[in-house]
């Protein structure tokens, strides 16, 4: 199920924190995202800045998608019971498919107001997701074990900048 929570009052920005958290190692990438100073858009040091991308004096969103990974770790052992744990929670098999729904639901909210702008990687642009869900009241696995909380942005565009 997806959640759709305005985050104009509570949004948390902080780009010192965007190269970090992005070079972050984890299995298999021990220099973090391998997307990380690439000619990626989305991606540090070539996104935009929130503030550059978006009005953040207007109403935003978060648009969330809770995936339920206790259950496809079940369902891929179930399935493949010579896999470790590793390819279980591999997220090859489930991420592409949220990331669809919370682009769809994004442009949803963009149709018919050319305005509305939306990106799939908030974090990537200087917004500390954590903590805007945490004071949001949305619950959030940092290191998930149970859920995986995925995230899109819907915003107003930046006029004029």
């Known amino acids: 199920m997806i959640e759709v929570r305005s985050v104009r009052q509570v949004l948390v920005v902080n780009y010192l924190a965007r190269g970090p958290w992005c070079a972050l190692p984890y299995p298999g990438h021990l220099s973090g995202c391998p997307n990380l100073g690439t ?4 991606c540090p040091p070539n996104s935009p800045l929130i503030d550059q991308w978006a009005d953040l004096k207007r109403e935003s969103w978060f648009v969330i998608r809770r995936f339920d990974l ?3 770790i079940a369902r891929m052992r179930a ?6 744990d590793r390819q279980c929670v591999n997220c090859r098999y489930w991420q592409g498919r949220i990331r669809r729904e919370l682009r769809e639901v994004c442009e949803q909210m963009c149709l018919g107001d050319g305005k509305l ?3 799939l990687c908030p974090e990537g642009m200087g917004v500390n997701v954590v903590l805007t869900l945490k ?3 949305v619950p959030i696995e940092v290191k998930p074990i149970r ?6 942005m819907v915003a107003h565009a930046k006029q004029g900048g």
């Open 39 to 42: 000619d990626k858009s989305k």
């Open 70 to 72: 206790y259950r496809q």
């Open 79 to 84: 399935e493949h019971p010579q896999w470790s």
């Open 117 to 119: 702008i939306y990106t």
């Open 135 to 137: 004071r949001s009241g």
């Open 147 to 152: 859920y995986v909380t995925m995230v899109a």
